[in-house]
């Protein structure tokens, strides 16, 4: 069973920054692209970033230029750097590996006050 633990969530004062960081279980993780996706109440879930196992990387246009995807393969591990972070960024962050064998972790919380 392949498990995506996410941490790094919280609260933080708009123009803040987080780092959120996505554990993996198994040994597909380097061969697997990792994505990034948010759900903000009342709006359905939408994909913030994306790497491929290559490191290449996509952004919405909504974070693009104040957020990094990066992976450490060695860790298992996916993280999303947030800076410049906007109340509009309020949501929950949920990691997912899209390909191989598709999974969700179980979120975590972000909030933004302004």
């Known amino acids: 069973q392949v498990q995506l633990v996410e941490s790094g969530g919280g609260l933080v004062q708009a123009g803040g920054s987080l780092r959120l960081s996505c554990a993996a279980s198994g040994s597909i993780f380097s061969i697997s692209t990792m994505g990034w996706y948010r759900q903000a109440p009342g709006k359905q879930r939408e994909l913030v970033a994306v790497?491929?196992?290559?490191?290449?990387?996509n952004y919405a246009d909504s974070v693009e230029g104040r957020a990094t995807i990066y992976r450490d393969n060695a860790k298992n591990t996916v993280y999303l750097q947030m800076n410049s972070l906007k109340p509009e960024d309020t949501a929950v962050y949920y990691c997912r590996r899209l390909a191989p064998s598709p999974s969700w972790g179980q979120g975590t919380q972000v909030t933004v006050s302004s």
């Open positions: 790497i491929t196992s290559g490191a290449n990387t």
